[in-house]
């Protein structure tokens, strides 16, 4: 069960992992992404799990060897996903530790600056991230009607695993709009008081 939730700021330099470490350019046109790998990888592998599913189902006579690569493709898209196109398109990354007792607790990291997260790049993510189970979805609804039970089953391995990556960053990304609440109203109450103290301070002196 899930006992708490817990949050950190996640910091510019923790963006930086092998192969993804691409920098924002200086000068970025309407049509640039600020990380385009990153961009690329997170719809290749959506994209090559359906087109192998499509191509499979109607072709292929071996379902345990498609069910094989297609959820390998999918094991891929849902790490791509978490831990490295969540962190750098959109500045977020989600995990579910376990804790010594068994109880499990929501972690979430976001990132400081917002200036940093290209308009694209969130485009890209948020939508190939939502439009992924719609598409599983058609895909399940197809396998019902044709009474292909079996790849049914294929099916609800992709809606698992898109589904908690939805989950995942829905919940961070409600974190860090919270998180920005509270320090701008932590700002304007301080901000209130110090002009409250100058009040009292400038009439005591009159």
Not at 32 to 55: D, E, G, Q, R, S
Not at 73 to 100: E, H
Request: hydrophobic share 55%; aromatic share 14%; proline share 2%.
């Amino acid at each position: 069960s899930v006992t708490g939730v817990q949050t950190c700021a996640l910091p510019i330099c923790a963006f930086k992992m092998a192969g993804f470490d691409e920098q924002p350019p200086a000068q970025s046109n309407a049509l640039a992404f600020n990380h385009p790998i990153a961009a690329l990888f997170h719809i290749l592998f959506k994209i090559l799990a359906a087109l192998t599913y499509l191509i499979c189902s109607y072709i292929s006579s071996s379902f345990v060897l498609a069910f094989v690569v297609v959820t390998i493709l999918l094991a891929f898209d849902f790490w791509v996903v978490k831990n490295v196109s969540g962190r750098l398109l959109v500045g977020l990354r989600w995990w579910n530790q376990i804790q010594d007792d068994g109880s499990s607790v929501w972690m979430f990291e976001s990132v400081q600056d917002d200036s940093v997260i290209s308009y694209n790049d969130s485009v890209a993510f948020w939508g190939a991230l939502f439009l992924n189970p719609l598409v599983w979805l058609f895909f399940g609804l197809t396998a019902v009607f044709q009474f292909s039970f079996e790849w049914l089953l294929l099916v609800i391995v992709a809606l698992a695993l898109s589904g908690a990556n939805i989950l995942g960053y829905l919940r961070c990304k409600k974190d860090a709009r919270t998180k920005i609440q509270g320090f701008l109203a932590r700002n304007a109450l301080s901000g209130l008081t110090q002009v409250a103290f100058a009040s009292v301070d400038s009439s005591s002196t009159q």
